[in-house]
């Protein structure tokens, strides 16, 4: 089966600049999350979806980072305005639910200088 | 509030060594544990999944345990290469919730 896909893979942005992330699941996976890793971390959920629907977003910085999913297929995420300690690695995963576990994408390395 | 810990943060062995990653998490009521590798700058490549009713895994030269009842885990490699050289991360489902909380993960790297 074809794998989480992301796009793009490498991004280096100014300050106060905005930048979207785009991620495709793996068909049929009903749940999708965004995490973010910063250098030296494991990562940290910002947000989780069932089909179209947000299930958690209580780590999202909610003034500068938004997102959504697509008829509960793909999915973008946007920082506005972005700040120099959202760089990190933004990583796409979907699940099936458990207990068939995660697959994850290869990650946007996001640079803000 | 699920945490996970992993050791050691870094570790550096000759070729052909065989070697235990350790990983201990604080809530026992997990689904899963879920191992990972990740090469830098790059994403997660799901390595081994363990079933909590499930004692073990194994993979190639990879084998995986789980003690739910002590919050451990552990993964083995057997005669590694430097192609496994890389950051294994473990990640379980926190209680009740599907999100995965990660430790920091440990850092290898296979002398040649």
């Known amino acids: 089966e074809a794998g989480v896909a992301q796009s793009p893979r490498y991004k280096i942005i100014e300050k106060r600049q905005s930048v979207a992330f785009w991620c495709n699941p793996i068909?049929?996976?009903?749940?999708l999350y965004w995490y973010q890793q910063i250098l030296g971390q494991g990562p940290k959920l910002l947000i989780q979806f069932q089909n179209n629907g947000v299930v958690d977003d209580s780590q999202l910085p909610k003034d500068r980072f938004s997102a959504e999913r697509l008829k509960g297929v793909d999915s973008t995420l946007k920082i506005q305005p972005a700040k120099l300690e959202d760089s990190a690695v933004y990583l796409c995963a979907s699940s099936s639910g458990q207990p068939y576990g995660y697959t994850f994408g290869s990650g946007t390395r996001l640079t803000v200088v | 509030k699920q945490e996970v810990t992993q050791i050691p943060a870094a570790l550096s062995v000759p070729e052909g060594e065989n070697l235990v990653l350790n990983c201990s998490f604080t809530?026992?009521?997990?689904?899963?544990l879920q191992w990972f590798r990740q090469d830098p700058g790059k994403g997660l490549t799901s390595l081994l999944l363990?079933?909590?009713?499930?004692r073990e895994q194994t993979s190639g030269r990879l084998n995986a345990s789980l003690d739910k009842s002590s919050g451990r885990s552990t993964l083995y490699i057997a005669a590694s290469q430097p192609g496994d050289s890389a950051t294994y991360l473990c990640a379980v489902p926190g209680a009740g919730s599907y999100q995965l909380t990660f430790g920091k993960g440990t850092k290898l790297s296979v002398i040649p």
């Open positions: 068909s049929g996976h009903a749940t």
């Open positions: 363990i079933q909590s009713s499930q």
């Open positions: 809530d026992s009521a997990i689904y899963n």
